[in-house]
């Protein structure tokens, strides 16, 4: 058997995948819903791609009250770096829309493309592993959160109370995750 190259589509994945064969279910509604959710995630990303471009060419955008430009001209005033990796373990990592720590103020900001509700939780595990990673006492430190969505900021300045249960879980859920691994090997 010959078959047909598509070395073009190597690396993507189509809506109607065997993978996530759930759609095999929906009728007209649900598939046309899942499309539209699938196309807005689509948009974020490169929405989130042209935000990273922005700030790091300190390219500032026309000073509205819209998310993206609110964002973007924060991180580029706040001199953020964006898309930025943090790492405690091999089961405990994620990526910042942008951060900084300077002058022991630690800023994460995260763009929220999509109408749904937020939680403020995500930014507080970055928050955590930045901690975790660069090995800083929460005792030192000042910490301010933002999300950036419908054409708001909303901020959070969190307790030390808030951030240490979560600390503590991401220590002990690794090591767990590390036995078990070593367990399976």
Not at 10 to 33: P, Q, R, T, V
Not at 151 to 159: G, I, L, Y
Request: negative net charge; charged residues 25%.
């Amino acid at each position: 058997m010959n078959f047909n190259e598509h070395s073009d589509l190597e690396g993507c994945h189509a809506f109607l995948s065997a993978s996530k064969y759930h759609w095999i279910n929906y009728d007209e509604e649900k598939l046309y819903s899942s499309y539209i959710n699938y196309k807005a995630a689509e948009e974020g990303t490169i929405l989130h791609d042209f935000a990273k471009t922005c700030i790091l060419m300190g390219q500032r955008l026309e000073d509205v009250p819209k998310t993206l430009n609110m964002y973007v001209n924060d991180a580029i005033g706040f001199k953020m770096r964006p898309e930025q990796v943090l790492y405690y373990s091999q089961y405990c990592f994620g990526t910042a829309d942008s951060i900084a720590f300077r002058h022991n103020l630690l800023r994460i900001h995260d763009l929220k493309t999509g109408k749904g509700p937020t939680h403020m939780e995500q930014l507080k595990v970055y928050a955590a592993i930045f901690c975790l990673e660069y090995d800083l006492d929460l005792n030192d430190i000042d910490i301010e959160l933002r999300i950036y969505q419908n054409n708001k900021v909303r901020v959070h300045v969190p307790e030390r109370t808030e951030l240490v249960p979560i600390m503590d879980k991401i220590i002990t859920s690794s090591k767990l995750l590390e036995e078990w691994e070593n367990g399976l090997s």
